[in-house]
């Protein structure tokens, strides 16, 4: 088996090492362009039923940073899952930034160019990157929608066909407009994988490895939705509803919070079937997740 083909599937030796987790940890992630931003949040949870608990304080995108830098020093054997897209779409015109002779040809190589273009951003922004004149011609911004741009809701990866089967609402990395758009926290969050890059693995862009971290990106609302919450609502903002999300996932009562906003509660929530979801080998292997897609747009965690 190539390198790019163990990428794509989990290592395995005295069986499965998606039992092996002790921690699982969900980050609720943000792409607003400031030091520390609201949106951003950390739940912990371990090995059990006792719920995870909210890693309560202001954080910044470089507090995240050295956060899963010291736990991958430690070797705390977390699965930690992100919020974010750690990719553009590849697949379906066989290239990140068609046109553009620097696009990047897989996951790690189109996080150096974000990280290295957007270098003089503060805050691990990437208002640099969008603003190149080659990368902005494929974005919708605001007042500035690229000719490149193919209209209607834009390119989506192959697993955010997936998001859409399983009756989620995905939005397409390169809209960088309106609320519900993740492109921003994507970029924002390939400068972090970027200066992650070589301490903790992300799957499937990396094999599923037998001791210390990985990451996973997520999806909170999937979380959301596979605890019981209806299609429409998918924000839990008080405890009692917290606690029936829980429930679903095995999670004992949470410990009152010192705010019930979608931030921490997506994060707690994820967290918990997170401790769940690693248990459950056929999430590790998903159908549609070939060799070349886990080497250039990656994959959802939960998403079959």
Not at 23 to 47: M, T
Not at 112 to 120: E, G, K, P
Not at 163 to 176: D, G, K, R, V
């Amino acid at each position: 088996m190539g390198a790019r083909e163990e990428a794509a599937t989990p290592r395995r030796r005295d069986g499965d090492a998606a039992l092996s987790f002790t921690d699982f940890i969900a980050i609720d992630w943000s792409g607003q362009a400031v030091e520390r931003p609201k949106g951003l949040a950390v739940a912990h949870a371990r090995f059990g039923d006792v719920a995870p608990v909210l890693i309560d304080r202001p954080w910044s995108r470089a507090d995240i940073l050295a956060f899963l830098d010291a736990l991958a020093r430690a070797g705390t054997r977390a699965l930690i899952g992100l919020d974010l897209s750690p990719a553009f779409p590849f697949a379906d015109a066989g290239a990140y930034f068609p046109g553009w002779e620097a696009s990047p040809a897989d996951g790690p190589a189109l996080w150096a160019l974000v990280d290295h273009l957007s270098a003089a951003d503060p805050h691990l922004a990437a208002t640099s990157f969008v603003q190149h004149p080659q990368a902005r011609r494929h974005f919708r911004q605001m007042g500035d929608c690229g000719d490149l741009f193919p209209g209607g809701r834009g390119r989506f990866r192959v697993c955010e066909v997936g998001q859409e089967t399983m009756a989620l609402s995905p939005y397409s990395c390169f809209n960088l407009v309106g609320a519900s758009q993740v492109g921003k926290s994507s970029l924002t969050g390939m400068r972090v994988l970027h200066r992650l890059r070589g301490r903790i693995g992300l799957w499937p862009f990396d094999p599923l490895p037998e001791s210390g971290p990985v990451l996973v990106e997520i999806y909170t609302s999937l979380a959301a939705r596979l605890a019981g919450m209806r299609k429409g609502i998918s924000k839990i903002r008080d405890a009692a509803t917290l606690d029936a999300m829980l429930a679903a996932f095995g999670s004992a009562p949470h410990a009152p919070l010192p705010r019930y906003d979608d931030h921490a509660t997506d994060a707690i929530l994820s967290a918990a079937w997170l401790r769940v979801a690693a248990r459950q080998p056929g999430l590790w292997e998903p159908a549609a997740l070939t060799p070349e897609l886990a080497h250039t747009e990656g994959w959802t965690f939960g998403v079959l």
